[in-house]
T-cell receptor, first 115, second 111 residues
Framework: AQKITQTQPGMFVQEKEAVTLDCTYD???????LFWYKQPSSGEMIFLIY??????QNATEGRYSLNFQKARKSANLVISASQLGDSAMYFCAMRETAGFQKLVFGTGTRLLVSP | SQTIHQWPATLVQPVGSPLSLECTVEGTSNPNLYWYRQAAGRGLQLLFY??????ISSEVPQNLSASRPQDRQFILSSKKLLLSDSGFYLCAWNLQGYEQYFGPGTRLTVT
């Protein structure tokens, strides 16, 4: 069965610094996708970035990049040049590409960006 | 562009009362639809998903049910709410193979 582990319940970073949010996953499938979502205090889940298991290059979307290390089964989110608006919960999720493509979420990391 | 709506935004209901939460998607056809629940300070738990009208799959046995009467409408219901049903309910959609997009959510408090 799929499992996502986020070991950092909370992280603190100063504005303009970079921060890495950890995510490890467990699956027996060869084909899968990894996602990061941001949940601000309003509650809405905002899609940030996607990495496919066969993608050779790390995904990047603006200030977000995904550090994908397949052998270690890790998919860490790197936020460069943190902004106050980055303060939120961040969830890592995985989807197997075979069968019905449901998402399995980790427990999340709360990021607080200070001025 | 596609948008997803949920209502109501907040709801306070007594134990034993019925529940109906609605989700609608605009700007796409034949989406996959999902209901998730998030307990306070926790991750998301998938409750139901649907790949088409009238096609509902349940992930977690409980006193909740879901229906999809129209292509872009997904309804979460209960005949009798329990205290444990309190939480934040999120509806999501996607097209097969793509990322899921979430609605604004409904915060349910069962008293």
């Amino acid at each position: 069965a799929q499992k996502i582990t986020q070991t950092q319940p909370g992280m603190f970073v100063q504005e303009k610094e970079a921060v890495t949010l950890d995510c490890t996953y467990d699956t027996s499938d060869q084909s899968y996708g990894l996602f990061w979502y941001k949940q601000p205090s309003s509650g809405e889940m905002i899609f940030l970035i996607y990495q496919g298991s066969y993608d050779e290059q790390n995904a990047t979307e603006g200030r977000y990049s995904l550090n994908f290390q397949k052998a270690r089964k890790s998919a860490n989110l790197v936020i460069s040049a943190s902004q106050l608006g980055d303060s939120a919960m961040y969830f890592c999720a995985m989807r197997e590409t075979a069968g019905f493509q449901k998402l399995v979420f980790g427990t999340g990391t709360r990021l607080l960006v200070s001025p | 562009s596609q948008t997803i709506h949920q209502w109501p935004a907040t709801l306070v209901q007594p134990v034993g009362s019925p529940l109906s939460l609605e989700c609608t998607v605009e700007g796409t056809s034949n989406p996959n639809l999902y209901w998730y629940r998030q307990a306070a300070g926790r991750g998301l738990q998938l409750l139901f998903y649907s790949v088409g009208i009238g096609q509902i799959s349940s992930e977690v046995p409980q006193n909740l049910s879901a229906s999809r009467p129209q292509d872009r409408q997904f309804i979460l219901s209960s005949k009798k709410l329990l205290l444990s049903d309190s939480g934040f309910y999120l509806c999501a959609w996607n097209l097969q193979g793509y990322e899921q997009y979430f609605g604004p959510g409904t915060r349910l408090t069962v008293t």
